[in-house]
């Protein structure tokens, strides 16, 4: 039964998740063509001096990118469900609730960790082409709170759809609000280098908070 719902959810999110990835790469394919002005425009020193001591990014166009992301799969996978109650039928299948939303969960999830995936790829690879490996992992470090904000951004509006109280959606939505804000506000490149760690763990605790509403939602009488 638990497979039937993954082979469900991947059947139904493939056609937005090759939307999605095809969205990324092209941002991708802009931000490297800017890059390449860059340095037609200006010696390769100047361009140095303004990434490395300026503290100046050409990759502004990946900082929103995630988030844009994380919400377009988690409303194409769990707004066609929340329509005429329609993901209540699926938590009467002979399956624990939160097993039922863990599948939904973990196919969204992992169409948007596999495109995020390609994102820190590419810029990485764009990065290496002109800068050293110094300023790559700047790069990185400055991305990965960016991308872990495209997981939050899936997750709380996951958590949105689905509870079936207005309250408590308004909560989970400034709660949502507040947390992926919390990723994008970094002053200087690699700010949050240091509290990596801190910031995933973030991730991995916000998760299970999806599978609440289950239950809330079987049981909800009107």
């Given at each position: 039964?638990?497979?039937?719902?993954?082979?469900?959810?991947?059947?139904?999110?493939?056609?937005?998740?090759?939307?999605?990835?095809?969205?990324?790469?092209?941002?991708?394919?802009?931000?490297l063509v800017a890059?390449?002005?860059?340095?037609?425009?200006?010696?390769?020193?100047?361009?140095?001096?303004?990434?490395?001591?300026?503290?100046?990014?050409?990759?502004?166009?990946?900082?929103?990118?995630?988030?844009?992301?994380?919400?377009?799969?988690?409303?194409?996978?769990?707004?066609?469900?929340?329509?005429?109650?329609?993901?209540?039928?699926?938590?009467?299948?002979?399956?624990?609730?939160?097993?039922?939303?863990?599948?939904?969960?973990?196919?969204?999830?992992?169409?948007?960790?596999?495109?995020?995936?390609?994102?820190?790829?590419?810029?990485?690879?764009?990065?290496?082409?002109?800068?050293?490996?110094?300023?790559?992992?700047?790069?990185?470090?400055?991305?990965?709170?960016?991308?872990?904000?495209?997981?939050?951004?899936?997750?709380?509006?996951?958590?949105?759809?689905?509870?079936?109280?207005?309250?408590?959606?308004?909560?989970?939505?400034?709660?949502?609000?507040?947390?992926?804000?919390?990723?994008?506000?970094?002053?200087?490149?690699?700010?949050?280098?240091?509290?990596?760690?801190?910031?995933?763990?973030?991730?991995?605790?916000?998760?299970?908070?999806?599978?609440?509403?289950?239950?809330?939602f079987r049981y909800?009488?009107?």
């Open positions: 039964m638990f497979r039937s719902i993954l082979l469900k959810e991947y059947t139904k999110l493939k056609a937005f998740w090759l939307a999605g990835l095809a969205l990324n790469l092209c941002v991708a394919g802009y931000v890059l390449r002005k860059l340095f037609a425009l200006d010696h390769a020193e100047v361009v140095w001096y303004r990434v490395i001591h300026l503290g100046q990014t050409f990759y502004d166009p990946f900082m929103y990118l995630p988030v844009i992301t994380g919400l377009f799969m988690a409303v194409a996978q769990f707004l066609p469900e929340m329509k005429n109650h329609r993901f209540r039928i699926s938590l009467h299948l002979p399956l624990a609730p939160h097993l039922i939303v863990l599948g939904h969960v973990l196919v969204g999830l992992g169409a948007v960790v596999l495109i995020l995936a390609a994102d820190l790829l590419a810029l990485a690879a764009m990065t290496s082409l002109y800068f050293p490996a110094e300023v790559v992992a700047v790069t990185l470090a400055t991305a990965l709170p960016w991308l872990l904000a495209g997981l939050t951004a899936y997750l709380g509006a996951a958590l949105v759809l689905l509870e079936p109280g207005w309250r408590l959606r308004v909560f989970n939505l400034a709660v949502s609000l507040g947390l992926t804000g919390l990723f994008l506000h970094q002053g200087a490149p690699g700010a949050y280098q240091r509290i990596l760690p801190l910031l995933f763990i973030l991730v991995l605790a916000f998760t299970p908070s999806v599978l609440l509403p289950a239950y809330r909800r009488k009107d």
